[in-house]
């Protein structure tokens, strides 16, 4: 079993759709964690950043994080064309040197 | 430049040969990381470096692999006698902070291995 669970989809909604992205842990010693997104051929650029348990939100994009369930969300409101992409979370033990990461979940938005 | 730099885009090596990889990080970054992302995964650690110092190698998949950071600016990953299994992307990313600072990316090297 790996680390961090992801399922790679692919996940096809119309715009303006809400999409719920989600990872599933095991390493109770995570304590931060990162959704990044990636388009095709370039590398991952970091969306959200969570510390510990709790929720951010930020513009369309808001990250959830239950550490008892060892649970990660990243929901997209009104989501939009440009924003298929792949969706990897990320997360380490206590600082960014060593991250590990999902699988990715392929993400197209449908005009 | 304004973000990071890597070259080649993209290599084709045949099975045997060597091949090296360069990266050049945000000007001033402290931090540079090398990830492996192979077709349909995510990206797997391979390597750290602090400035110059080379302070975690524990994600190299074996002694082919080689990575250097001389000046503390520029990094270089070579693989020697390539494998068909090491054909994948390396990422090279690099970081202001030194331990939770966001990580920049490149757009990677893609290797193909024949």
């Known amino acids: 079993q790996k680390e961090v669970e992801q399922d790679p989809g692919p996940l096809s909604v119309p715009e303006g759709a809400i999409v719920s992205l989600n990872c599933t842990y095991s390493?109770?010693?995570?304590?931060?964690f990162m959704w990044y997104r990636q388009y095709s051929r370039k590398g991952p650029e970091l969306l959200m950043y969570?510390?510990s348990s709790g929720n951010k939100e930020d513009g369309r994009f808001t990250a959830q994080v239950d550490k008892s369930s060892k649970y990660i969300s990243l929901f997209i409101r009104d989501s939009q064309p440009s924003d298929s992409a792949t969706y990897l979370c990320a997360m380490s033990p206590g600082n960014n040197r060593k991250l590990i990461w999902g699988l990715g979940t392929s993400l197209a938005v449908n005009p | 430049g304004a973000g990071v730099s890597q070259s080649p885009r993209y290599k084709v090596a045949k099975r045997g040969q060597d091949v090296a990889l360069r990266c050049d990080p945000i000007?001033?970054?402290?931090?540079l990381f090398w990830y492996q992302q192979a077709l349909g995964q995510g990206p797997e650690f391979l390597t750290y470096?602090?400035?110059?110092?080379?302070?975690?190698k524990s994600g190299l998949p074996s002694d082919r692999f080689f990575a250097e950071r001389p000046e503390g600016s520029v990094s270089t990953l070579k693989i020697q006698r390539t494998q068909q299994e090491d054909s994948a992307v390396y990422l090279c990313a690099s970081s202001l902070d030194a331990t939770t600072g966001e990580l920049f990316f490149g757009e990677g090297s893609r290797l193909t291995v024949l």
């Open positions: 000007s001033g970054h402290v931090s």
């Open positions: 390493n109770s010693a995570f304590q931060y």
């Open positions: 969570t510390y």
């Open positions: 470096f602090q400035n110059e110092a080379q302070l975690d």
